[in-house]
């Protein structure tokens, strides 16, 4: 009897279980689960989703930052060019936001000044978040 791989995908074709299988017996895989062998030389993980021929990886799921340093918002802002508007609108601005600005020891994705910054800059509230995520991969 050849024993071979297989994982259990569930009704949305993701990888819940793997097991070694003679493909024979029976076995109750669970209501609306299923085995499929696995092909040679394939990688897979648990959670790893099932196309009919092979697994898919799942996308890492990413967290937007509740804060970011002063330093890691610049940075982002002189890599996509933006620091030089956003220092010119905080210019304009009164004193307490311009101390706000260069004195905050850290940078809320909630801060209405930021909120109202990414607003005057066209930017949309996914765009705000994906800043936040790429400030907070600035070590």
Known sequence: MVMKKYAIIDASNKAVNFVTWDGVTQVNWGTGNRAVE???DTAYGHGWTWDGSTFV???PVVSVPKSITPRQ???ILLQQDLLASV???IAQQDE???ITWEFASEFKRDDPLLNQLGIALGLTQ????E???AA???A
């Open 87 to 89: 220092e010119a609108m």
């Open 73 to 75: 918002c610049r940075l």
């Open 57 to 59: 990886e799942p996308t």
């Open 136 to 138: 907070a991969q600035i």
């Open 38 to 40: 696995i092909p040679a």
């Open 96 to 98: 307490a936001t311009r």
């Open 126 to 129: 996914q765009q705000i978040d």
């Open 131 to 133: 800043f936040f995520i």
